[in-house]
């Protein structure tokens, strides 16, 4: 199904990502795991973030904007694959990312730094008092670069806005073709499950999954904040997207589960760091410490729980290898 009023799309990732069964880890875990590798959406820019980029990105252009801002974490994915892409499209990235120290956040190097340093984009480091007002701090900006003739695109965290979100309707689109094709089964799932962290995945799949019929609930795994929260900023999202696009039906309903999320954004539990070595011994998966792998453990605990038992379930991996390697050291405890 598509739609005349659907917003502009530059074809950035490598598509369609595989759907795959991966039977051992599936077993161990009690519920019929369909994995979706969009942790594969291409290279080193791979993860969710590229799908909302896809229709970011295709509006900057469309704008004439010589630069991107964006703002996330010190290991951000979304600011990574911002820098990479717009290297690519020969764009200009600003970063404005969060730390804990800003006298030693010039030697960080590692992970997504290290790639956001290589594609060139000038890293602005902000404290996390300071990011709380992300959005004027890129408004200002923007308006800075706008004085000296340079016209610029700000995109909010983690590409989650009412524009962002389309990246995830395209790829439930992108599921049911390959359910038409036989793929999976055929059938419908019983409900999608991924990491939440900035809200515009979980409000992309569950308007697409209503537009597509691919599962008539979704569960999104917080990683971070709480359950009260994103419900909110989901639900703005979804207003946003319908906006865009009159023609999106009501979206299917999104349980926000925070149960798994651990002691803060990016700080896993020796739990989520066993199950993220687990599945990789029994699949060859490798899910991320500060998302996919608290969104994984969760999933296992509701399977363990008998609330999702033998119900099939569609596992969007959103990558984040980057921030798994940066922090290698708190693996010492499971390899
Ligand atoms: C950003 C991110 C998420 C969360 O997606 P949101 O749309 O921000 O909720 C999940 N997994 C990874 C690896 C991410 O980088």
Redesign the pocket.
């Known amino acids: 199904m598509t739609s005349l009023s659907r917003p502009p799309r530059l074809r950035l990732a490598h598509l369609p990502t595989p759907l795959e069964h991966p039977e051992r880890l599936a077993s161990a875990m009690g519920v019929e795991l369909w994995v979706k590798r969009d942790d594969a959406t291409l290279g080193p820019e791979a993860?969710?973030?590229i799908r909302k980029l896809e229709f970011l990105l295709a509006e900057a252009i469309d704008r004439g904007d010589s630069t991107v801002i964006t703002c996330g974490g010190i290991q951000s994915?979304?600011a990574r694959a911002t820098a990479l892409l717009a290297a690519r499209l020969g764009l200009r990235a600003v970063l404005y990312l969060r730390v804990s120290d800003l006298a030693e956040a010039p030697a960080i190097i590692a992970g997504n730094v290290l790639l956001d340093r290589l594609a060139g984009a000038e890293i602005r480091f902000i404290t996390a008092e300071q990011y709380r007002d992300r959005e004027r701090i890129m408004a200002d900006a923007q308006a800075q670069l706008a004085a000296q003739g340079r016209s610029a695109y700000v995109i909010a965290e983690?590409g989650?806005s009412g524009l962002g979100a389309f990246g995830y309707v395209h790829a439930m689109e992108e599921v049911r073709a390959q359910l038409d094709a036989g793929e999976a089964g055929g059938r419908p799932f019983d409900v999608v499950v991924?990491?939440?962290?900035?809200?515009?995945?979980?409000a992309g799949v569950a308007l697409g999954c209503a537009a597509h019929g691919i599962a008539p609930q979704v569960l999104a795994m917080a990683v971070c904040d709480d359950s009260a929260y994103f419900e909110g900023v989901i639900a703005r999202i979804i207003a946003d997207a319908r906006v865009i696009d009159p023609s999106l039906p009501e979206p299917v309903p999104v349980t926000v589960d925070d149960a798994a999320k651990g002691p803060a954004y990016a700080v896993s539990t020796p739990k989520h760091r066993a199950r993220i070595a687990e599945a990789a011994r029994l699949s060859g998966l490798v899910f991320?410490p500060?998302?996919?792998g608290k969104a994984l453990s969760g999933l296992w605990d509701r399977a363990a729980d008998g609330s999702l038992r033998n119900k099939r379930v569609l596992f969007i991996h959103?990558?984040?290898l980057p921030g798994l390697l940066a922090q290698a050291e708190i693996f010492s405890d499971v390899c």
């Open positions: 993860g969710n973030k994915n979304h983690g989650s991924h990491a939440c962290g900035s809200g515009g995945t979980a991320d500060v998302y996919s959103t990558g984040g």
